[in-house]
């Protein structure tokens, strides 16, 4: 878990990584997510409910993030 300051209201803020930075935004704007910018490689998004989220590129070790990555059909 890492904490960092954001500009915008004071709340949490989820980073998922993801091997597919596009696949994972489109399946999170299908849920009703909004693309309000970008940074570098990374997608923010605001969720339905209001909270920021981040979709951020591979940037564990490949082999732990294989053994730990949740795949959604």
Same mark, same amino acid.
């Given at each position: 878990m890492a904490i960092q300051a954001v500009d915008d209201q004071a709340r949490?803020? =989820?980073d998922i990584e993801t091997d *597919? %930075? *596009?696949a994972e935004t489109a399946r =999170?704007? *299908?849920l009703g997510a909004?693309? %309000?910018n970008r940074w570098l490689n990374c997608r923010i998004l605001r969720a339905p409910g209001g909270h920021l989220l981040c979709v951020i590129p591979l940037h564990s070790d490949p082999g732990t993030f294989e053994k730990y990555a949740q795949v959604w059909d």
């Open positions: 949490y803020h =989820l *597919d %930075v *596009d =999170l704007t *299908d909004v693309e %309000v």
